[in-house]
């Protein structure tokens, strides 16, 4: 076989024309393509689809490397292949499996029930209002109504509130989030709770927000000899088993309320909206106000059973400070609700964004629409960032918060419209699918924004960590039954992109992708520069929204459910990065993961005295501590490198007594083998226990993990707990 022009394209599958039409090279063609040649040489719809460049064609011709161009191909067939060429084969053919089905088609949405009823509310608009501005201005009015019922209830809700307790005036009442408390974890409060006084003699009326009842601890805290660790924190408020008072006030008194009934008394370091809760001042469902009064020290906190099926914890000895909760009445007579369901709140976004979805077939104005509607829903009202002061400071600093995550959420939103959603998946979609549209698509997305109330409530999982997966119940099974789910999900998107023919880009963007997390995974294993990777959910979100440009029903689900998540995790965090220090992942009352604390030198000496009644010494208990390199050595199979590291950046030592620091020196004054910690208690007063636990100091005066606890009794024996060294 020969060609008279060498230049032209050979063996390509379609016939080419020369200049002379008289000229047809003569090609080797399946049986079934010359069928279809000798039919009239009719064109059908599939005879470019016919390449002759398919795998039996190629097995069949192969021009050899070595043809000269100015001479006719030499033409071989399967059975003289190169043995290069058959070690390259698998290759060739997992490659040309992954290009995609040998028949690639786009998927699209065709109306599941009832297309005619599903674009009615469309059509319906359009004969109403023929002209795009019209429409247009119907979405302007919509939108600065909803911005109307949205401003009236935020201002009800968290504006500026005065509190009145009948004398005349008022003042302007606090407003709390979940987790404030009088007294900081860890040494925050400084030697005897300096930074944190007034003890006693103060009161102020507070506003809770609701779904406070959910919030745990989710790294380890000390209560007296017990680790507490995903449980509500709330100390105190119980009974001591008749229904009497809960404890014995030491300079006060027995508090009382109004109605002469006995108070419910709370350790100071216990979050105030779940107190007042556990007291059933406030509900979880709508939260609401109170008054919260500080008694001093208090001796004997009794944990129970109270309000919202909240369980509080006990603690059998004193605490230099106490509060107690009482109901209010603010404004008008009543506190403001700040249910997040009320009608005024959610049915208001929920109904905007389902009427656009509903009457528009327009993708952009879905989406940003949507996207911006929710974002300020989330960041303001359902799960807004924690922030506490007077209620006037309280919606200013809201909204500053909202627009600085709004405008780079946005731009990120519009990255991936464009890239997932423009034109393969939302704007796709046939008018006649609009209501399945909005089930699908927008149902998922608000799944996924509410996810403090639709997800995490049922998934025993906070943060994806290693020390939450080994200690938190239930969070293997939840890992393992989420990454089956999530196997399968891409199992299934990977197969219809394949459908598509539209495997390797994504292969290729998923591998750099990968990439990146095995680098951060390194640098996390490693301990490079004490830094961590953390995928949260917003990542993960983004992670996974490529997979989801397909129009198909659950790739509109999907892309829903991750959509909302994302904006879930910037309104709520903001966009917090994937690669931290450990400092910033353990937050404010986290332990560090070292086993490096002082260790006692031998046992603790005990000083009793004689049991004279008429002048009775101080008993005493004296600590004295092991040199930091024989505390190395000691400890090296806890503390590995990072413990040594951590030695030589050690400034000093702290001392707790009953959960407040009691003792802080340091080494440039003395040296930690020379140091002498002596406590004294009058018996007479201190009958219970005293729980000791032992820290070093960093450069910031921040404390390291302290030890467990040890406990000197009632009795002045002494005992070493777990974790006591």
């Given amino acids: 076989m020969g060609l008279n022009h060498p230049h032209q394209a050979q063996y390509s599958g379609v016939q080419q024309k020369d200049d002379d039409d008289d000229y047809h090279p003569h090609l080797p063609v399946s049986s079934s393509s010359r069928t279809q040649a000798n039919d009239d040489h009719q064109p059908s719809e599939d005879e470019e689809a016919q390449l002759l460049s398919t795998e039996d064609y190629i097995e069949q011709f192969e021009l050899d490397d070595n043809t000269d161009t100015s001479s006719p191909p030499i033409v071989t067939t399967k059975h003289s292949k190169s043995n290069s060429k058959s070690r390259l084969s698998p290759i060739y053919r997992l490659f040309t499996f992954l290009s995609g089905s040998s028949h690639p088609h786009r998927q699209t949405l065709t109306p599941f029930l009832l297309p005619s009823i599903q674009s009615l509310p469309r059509l319906t608009l359009e004969r109403l209002l023929s002209h795009p501005w019209q429409r247009a201005a119907l979405l302007s009015i919509g939108i600065l109504l909803w911005l109307t019922i949205l401003s009236v209830s935020l201002v009800q809700s968290k504006g500026t509130l005065l509190y009145s307790d009948g004398e005349g005036g ?130 004997s906190f009794f944990g129970g059973e109270g309000g919202e099926g909240i369980s509080s914890l006990g603690f059998d000895s004193y605490f230099p400070m106490g509060f107690t909760i009482h109901p209010a009445l603010t404004g008008p007579g009543k506190c403001p609700q700040m249910e997040m369901k009320t009608a005024r709140s959610l049915a208001p976004t929920i109904l905007l964004t389902f009427l656009v979805s509903l009457l528009t077939t327009s993708a952009t104005t879905l989406w940003f629409t949507s996207f911006i509607a929710v974002f300020a829903h989330v960041g303001l009202i359902s799960d807004p960032p924690n922030v506490s002061g007077p209620s006037n400071t309280i919606l200013p600093q809201l909204i500053s918060i909202l627009f600085e995550r709004l405008l780079p959420a946005t731009f990120t939103s519009a990255v991936l419209f464009w890239t997932c959603s423009r034109s393969t998946n939302l704007r796709a979609i046939p008018p006649s699918a609009n209501l399945e549209k909005t089930v699908l698509w927008l149902g998922s997305l608000w799944i996924g924004a509410l996810s403090n109330f639709t997800l995490e409530s049922w998934i025993p999982l906070s943060r994806l960590s290693a020390h939450d997966l080994s200690h938190q119940p239930g969070a293997v099974a939840a890992l393992v039954a989420i990454v089956a789910v999530l196997c399968v999900t891409i199992a299934y998107q990977a197969y219809s992109f394949w459908l598509e023919g539209r495997v390797p880009p994504y292969l290729a963007l998923y591998g750099v992708l990968l990439a990146g997390i095995a680098v951060g995974a390194v640098i996390s294993v490693t301990g490079l520069g004490a830094l961590e990777l953390r995928i949260h959910h917003y990542v993960l979100a983004l992670l996974l929204l490529p997979l989801t440009s397909i129009q198909t029903r659950p790739a509109l689900a999907y892309q829903g459910l991750l959509l909302g998540l994302f904006i879930n995790g910037i309104a709520r965090w903001g966009f917090d990065s994937v690669i931290q220090t450990a400092e910033a992942l353990r937050g404010d009352d986290g332990l560090l993961g070292s086993s490096f604390v002082p260790l006692v030198d031998g046992q603790p000496l005990v000083y009793l005295s004689e049991a004279l009644v008429e002048t009775p010494e101080l008993w005493s208990i004296a600590f004295k501590w092991k040199g930091i390199n024989e505390t190395i050595e000691t400890l090296v199979p806890q503390i590995h490198e990072k413990g040594r590291e951590e030695a030589e950046r050690l400034w000093g030592l702290s001392v707790m007594v009953n959960d407040v620091e009691r003792h802080r020196s340091f080494f440039a004054e003395e040296a930690l083998e020379d140091q002498v910690f002596r406590w004294e208690r009058d018996p007479r007063v201190v009958m219970t226990p005293e729980y000791f636990r032992f820290a070093f100091l960093g450069e910031d005066g921040r404390s390291l993990d302290y030890s467990g606890a040890g406990t000197w009794f009632g009795n002045g024996t002494w005992s070493s707990g777990p974790g006591f060294y």
């Fill in 170 to 299: 008022g003042e302007v009442v606090r407003h709390l989030d979940c987790v404030s408390t009088f007294w900081g974890p860890g040494n925050e409060c400084g030697v005897d709770g300096e930074r944190c006084k007034p003890f006693g003699n103060v009161s102020f009326a507070f506003r809770c927000p609701a779904d406070c009842r959910q919030v745990q601890v989710l790294n380890p805290r000390w209560v007296g000899g017990q680790e507490v660790v995903y449980k509500p924190w709330v100390i105190g408020g119980g009974d001591n088993g008749d229904g009497s008072v809960v404890g014995d006030v030491t300079a006060a008194g027995t508090e009382t309320t109004e109605m002469g009934t006995e108070t419910r008394v709370y350790r100071g370091d216990s979050f105030i909206c779940q107190a007042a809760m556990h007291a059933g001042v406030i509900s979880d469902s709508k939260g609401g106000c109170g008054v919260v009064k500080l008694v001093g020290e208090y001796y």
